[in-house]
């Protein structure tokens, strides 16, 4: 992920309260109005038990995610 990815997501989601369940995640950045390109972008984001703590956590995961699938075999 990009500096200027990494910008956008935060620019995006400046407004969601922390900790946050990837619901919420989505649901604020349709309610910024979310270009197609970002959306794509944290679609992969994962759900899980516990939620997410802040800005660092969700670009940390969606960096596992994209690491896990550049390393999946084609």
Request: charged share 25%.
């Amino acid at each position: 992920m990009t500096e200027l990815d990494k910008q956008s997501l935060c620019f995006v989601l400046a407004d969601l309260n922390f900790p946050a369940q990837r619901w919420e995640i989505l649901t604020q950045a349709d309610m910024y109005g979310v270009d197609g390109v970002t959306r794509e972008r944290l679609r992969p984001l994962p759900s899980r038990s516990t939620p997410y703590r802040d800005m660092q956590d969700i670009i940390e995961a969606l960096e596992a995610v994209a690491a896990q699938t550049e390393r999946a075999p084609a």
